[in-house]
């Protein structure tokens, strides 16, 4: 709609162009008819109407148009104005174009001239008005998704001042979240619930979830947010699944980002519940028993004595216990994450422990993350599952141990013997190829290399303790028949031959 003021000195020029206004279009609307610059301005002053456009007589007694656009320039800085005269004076068109006047029209008035700077001036208004609402979504996405703190001062006062003059916050209003658990976008459906029903409403999509702003009437109250929050899970089709959670009532766009955490903590906690759809009141909230600090103070020392006696099935049952402890208490998603990732970390620090350089790989960083999962039943089997798999592979690498250190004492035990790697990989029922690659990543050095320094200290000590015996009698001994062989091994390992260690030794 464009609201249009006409003023001339002569009525039938001024009743003339209303009229041709009236029948441009309905979307053109005249607004007011003035004799004289003096009775538009008493008008403004007054505020009791509104002008987008301003047609004026350039030649009019006591003000002509020229004063008038000076004195609009001032009060009403975003009304457009057109000049009309029955001169063809360029000194005042030039003047006037100074002014920045849309359009200078000659009298008489032509009709498709009127009608083109009507079309113009609408589309400059329909442009406006797309800049502006996008300034708007802009400035309310910038105070309702982002923490105060992190915004520059200015930045955040200038939004709350611009936003304080729509008429949404001229109300007290209330912030609703919604969170689908659906593949396809909710925001149809939500358009169409608030449509009808709600009289002042802005829906905003956020990374994860759409932001419901309702306004209420003064009226209105925590109990009135409450009934709009499950009027609202009424009314979205039955095929909707979700969580709802609303904030208190709050009155200023200074509150925006308090009413969104207020919800946001509301639909975290609906989250917890079993339910298809679900809406919870942030008024209504009941207070958590324990933090989630506290409760890993109490995990952390049973955890400790339960791994200490590699007491893995006990381990699983209290995590599962602590599991269920924040179901209860419903911790809000931040909380909850930190507390996850704390449960995992526990476990891979005892498998760091335990296993050195071969601890179970890092958990995957979804089995942390709640706000992931459409509810706390689709959370709770991802991160119990990671749990279980971090156990799994920390049996796994037990194992393994075990089967490393095996190995380790039957060469111990035969290191005189011929030892071949199929027989070690039957002692502990690997493949040759695997055990090979085990006791490489576990120890850092072959078979072959341990089987050679276990032989070479042995008779390192025969060297040290046994005089009697010569040194190829102690090659026979660990294993060298052949004494070349031994001293070529024994030089490589030890920097030296046997005969000369024997000596250094003495």
């Known amino acids: 709609m464009v609201n249009v003021v006409v003023v001339d000195d002569e009525e039938r020029i001024r009743q003339g162009l209303a009229k041709l206004i009236s029948q441009a279009g309905e979307q053109f609307r005249v607004t007011g008819v003035f004799a004289s610059g003096f009775e538009l301005l008493e008008q403004l002053d007054k505020q009791e109407m509104q002008a987008d456009l301003v047609i004026t007589d350039m030649k009019m007694p006591n003000m002509n148009g020229l004063e008038l656009i000076e004195r609009l320039k001032e009060r009403a800085p975003r009304s457009r104005i057109a000049i009309v005269s029955g001169f063809d004076d360029f000194a005042f068109a030039r003047q006037a174009l100074r002014y920045g006047v849309e359009e200078y029209l000659l009298k008489p008035v032509d009709k498709g001239e009127l009608e083109q700077l009507l079309r113009k001036v609408d589309e400059c208004l329909a442009l406006e008005r797309e800049k502006e609402l996008a300034m708007r979504e802009d400035q309310l996405g910038l105070l309702l998704f982002n923490e105060a703190e992190l915004l520059p001062k200015q930045l955040r006062q200038e939004a709350g001042k611009a936003l304080e003059l729509s008429p949404l916050f001229s109300v007290p209003y209330a912030v609703y979240i919604i969170r689908s658990n659906m593949p396809e976008s909710p925001e149809e459906m939500l358009e169409s619930a608030a449509e009808g029903w709600l009289q002042s409403w802005k829906l905003m999509a956020g990374d994860d979830c759409y932001a419901l702003i309702v306004g209420m009437n003064c009226a209105d109250h925590a109990e009135s947010a409450r009934e709009i929050g499950h009027t609202l899970l009424y009314r979205l089709p039955p095929s909707f699944e979700g969580r709802i959670g609303g904030s208190n009532v709050f009155r200023g766009a200074s509150w925006l980002r308090e009413a969104y955490r ?245």
């Open 262 to 506: 207020q919800a946001e903590l509301a639909i975290q906690h609906a989250w917890y519940d079993s339910g298809r759809r679900v809406f919870a009141d942030y008024s209504r909230l009941p207070k958590r028993q324990h933090s989630v600090t506290h409760l890993l103070v109490l995990l952390d020392r049973e955890f400790q004595e339960t791994m200490t006696l590699s007491d893995f099935a006990r381990a699983k049952e209290w995590i599962a216990r602590w599991f269920r402890t924040c179901k209860e208490d419903a911790h809000p998603w931040t909380e909850l994450r930190e507390g996850c990732e704390a449960v995992l970390a526990f476990i891979h620090r005892y498998a760091n422990a335990k296993t050195a350089d071969t601890a179970p790989r890092q958990p995957r960083a979804k089995a942390c993350f709640p706000q992931r999962f459409p509810d706390f039943g689709a959370f709770s089997i991802s991160f119990l599952s990671e749990v279980e798999e971090q156990f799994r592979v920390l049996q796994e690498s037990r194992q393994e141990n075990r089967a490393i250190e095996t190995v380790k004492a039957y060469i111990a035990q035969h290191y005189t013997e011929e030892l071949e790697l199929n027989r070690l990989a039957e002692e502990v029922y690997l493949t040759p190829s695997y055990l090979s690659k085990l006791f490489k990543t576990e120890t850092g050095e072959t078979i072959t290399d341990f089987l050679i320094s276990v032989r070479i200290d042995r008779a390192k000590d025969m060297l040290r303790d046994r005089s009697a015996l010569k040194t190829y009698e102690i090659g026979e001994k660990v294993g060298y028949a052949d004494p070349a062989y031994f001293n070529k091994v024994f030089k490589k390992v030890v920097g030296c031959t046997p005969r000369e260690y024997r000596d250094r030794t003495r």
